[in-house]
């Protein structure tokens, strides 16, 4: 061993035996070693004479370092000598009989580090200087498996820093790339396919990791070499063999399925994409997904028929000719039923593939008027598969309950997982209507009269189901209604369920449930069923009002300690409050004490926290602020339920109570003039006054605007823009109305 040795071992130590010093010595040493002229010859020596892995890792590295900074400057001589060399070490050819390199006897990295220079070398060479390396290599296969699985490791190594445009590359990356793949089509390639083909069919019974390599190079190659050296009588019964025969390792199984794959998604001219797909018979693998247990082959299998189904959709969409369409069609609903087994079975990576290639294929379904009974029963079974992944895991109940860490993190990705699937429901309930809805109406009665206490996980999912239908629902088809919709329409219009709906969401079940995450989500959905049902719900108002007394009060009775979540603002009780109270169905009387009752107390709140407001810590002004804040955002809340024409000309006392309050709140900027959140809010609040009283805001505007611009900056210039685009939208409303106005009566 040598210095140089010595220091390479040095520079390399992780054992912590070693000072930072000492390292940085020997780092200087071999930085040293490396400016010599002769360092190429050094390392080539060294890939021969030393066993240390280090070694030959420090000199595959040089080497590399030196060619792709100096080829230019290299002499024929040199680049000859380290070219024969490395090709002599990854062919096993000696120098001597002395010094045989043991560089293959390293693990991995050594190779694919000397695979990586040998590619260097075809990049930089191959063809017009070294145009035979390829064919160079043939001979030397016969040596056995070590040769092969270099010669595998030269063609990946190849394909990921040169030919595979999975990874960014400059034009003249392309350029040499087009180059090298013309060559190697014209020259070698044929005769790599049958090196291929004879090396598995040799080796599958004795080194079966070898053969899963071999296949590994032939994925990769398949999408831009003549698809016909594959698909053919020899190579192709070889993988499906590999796919379907008993004993074969899931190694090596697995990379037969990807090469197949990789044929299903080549790219071609789609006359010719169905002719493959029809010619690959690929229906002899469905079993496979039921039977193999092997989760890796499951994942590998999905993708397969998946792809094969995507790329059967695409024949039939760019395809003319019908009997063509036809035979597309065939081929999808021969590989649909496996598609979704897979997605409704296994926890793979090939479900988001199949949601995408499913909405795809439901999206298509739309030029057919009807559906073909086969097509129903797809579109069944594609309800079944969104189901289950929905579903939440029954072990995280409690974690859901609390919502935890955990909780929230299984509750953000069953959230993120249900957007697609979500998606795709629309889209079958587009598509097939009265398949969806008795789906959702029978799934519903399953669970519900389920003799299962703990299968609350499968009620959400069922309900779930139907709230996320019920967001895609048309007006018309609100109206009209079928199937559940139907019923579900009867069932409003009679009093006994809407009382039922009123008191669950009413109760501790919902606005007043123990657990926070519930009362939120309620408070929404019940402002969502008010704007629905308002014109049902008058005679309920008494009832509804009375029940959520407690959480106006909260509102109407608030102090600077008072301490509000973000989440409980109220902004969704107000408004659906306002929605309720704002009807015309409600008289004047009643009306115009429900809102006085609520405006009164929030108004009086505000004018009580402006008093003495410099007695107060910073602590205690800035939640000050945060009351204020909630107050505005319930009153305009509130406000949100009463249009203009009640608001000014059949009930003018209503909007002179919000004038009133417009008044008040108008104070708080004069008191806090730079607080950007509390201006943002009355901004907010005077834009919508702007649409609840229409021209009757004009006396109050010059105030309002002036005191929203006072000592303003650009943010709140942008609020007062859009207040004043709606100010002068409904300006110009007004001029017109008169001089309607005015030649009516001129014409009479």
Known sequence: MDNLDKAILIMFDESGAVNDAFKKQANNYCHNVKEIPSICTICIEKLFSSNIVHVHFWCLQTLHEAIVSRYSSMTPEERHMIRSSVFSIVCLERLDEKNPSKVLEGPAYIKNKLAQLLVTFIYLEYPLIWSTVFVDFFPHLSKGSVVIDMFCRVLNVLDDDLISLDYPRTPQDLVVAGSVKDKMREQCVPQIVRAWYDIVSVYRNMDEGLCAGVLDSVRRYISWIDIGLIVNDAFGPLLFDLVLAAGVCPQLRGAAVRCLFAIVSK??????????????????????????????????????????????????????????????MELLNEVLPSVLYVMKNS????????????????ATLKSFTPLREKQLIHMGQVLEVILVPISYDPMYCTNLDVLDKIGKEEEDGMAELRKDLFVLLRS?????????????????????????????????????????????LSDEATRTGSALLSEMLLMLDNTQYVTMAIAAFLD???????????????????????????????????????????????????????????????????????????????????????????????????????????????????????VFQHI?????????????????????????????????????????????????????FIHRMVDTLGASIFPYLPKALGQLLAESEVHIISDFLVISISISALLFLFIHWRMITEMLMLWR
């Open 267 to 328: 790219g071609m001219e789609p006359h010719a994409k169905l002719t493959l797909l029809q010619s690959l018979k690929v229906s002899r693998v469905f079993r496979l997904v039921a039977e193999d247990g092997n989760a890796e082959i499951t994942s590998d299998l999905g993708l397969l028929l998946s792809q094969y189904a995507v790329e059967a959709l695409d024949c039939f969409k760019r395809i003319d000719s019908m009997d063509a369409r036809e035979i597309s």
């Open 347 to 362: 926890e793979v990576d090939a479900t988001s593939n199949i949601v995408q290639f499913l909405s795809s294929y439901v």
């Open 428 to 472: 079958v309930g587009r598509v097939a209507p009265d398949v969806t809805q008795s789906f959702i109406r029978n799934s519903l009665v399953r669970v519900v009269s389920s003799s299962l206490e703990n299968n609350v996980e499968e009620v959400e999912a069922s309900l779930s189901l139907l709230y996320a239908l019920g967001e895609s």
């Open 508 to 626: 501790e079940r919902g606005i007043h449930h123990p657990n926070i995450n519930v009362r939120c989500r309620a408070n929404y959905l019940f402002m969502r069923v008010v704007k629905m049902l308002k014109a049902k719900l008058v005679p309920f108002i008494e009832i509804i009002l009375q029940s959520l007394q407690d959480i106006v009060a909260r509102f109407t009775s608030m102090n600077y300690t008072t301490k509000l979540t973000g989440s409980e603002d109220g902004n969704h009780i107000f408004e659906a409050i306002g929605l309720l109270i704002g009807m015309e169905d409600v008289p004047l009387e009643k009306q115009y004490n429900y809102l006085s009752s609520l405006l009164s107390p929030l108004c009086e709140q505000v004018k009580a926290l402006l008093i003495n407001d410099k007695l107060l810590t910073p602590w205690e002004t800035n939640d000050k602020i945060v």
């Open 632 to 684: 505005i955002m319930a009153i305009n809340s509130l406000s949100k339920g009463f249009g203009e024409r009640l608001a000014t000309a059949s009930r003018p006392a209503i909007g002179l109570m919000f004038k009133q309050t417009l008044d008040v709140l108008l104070q708080v900027l004069i008191v806090f003039p730079k607080v950007e959140p509390l201006r943002s809010k009355v901004a907010s």
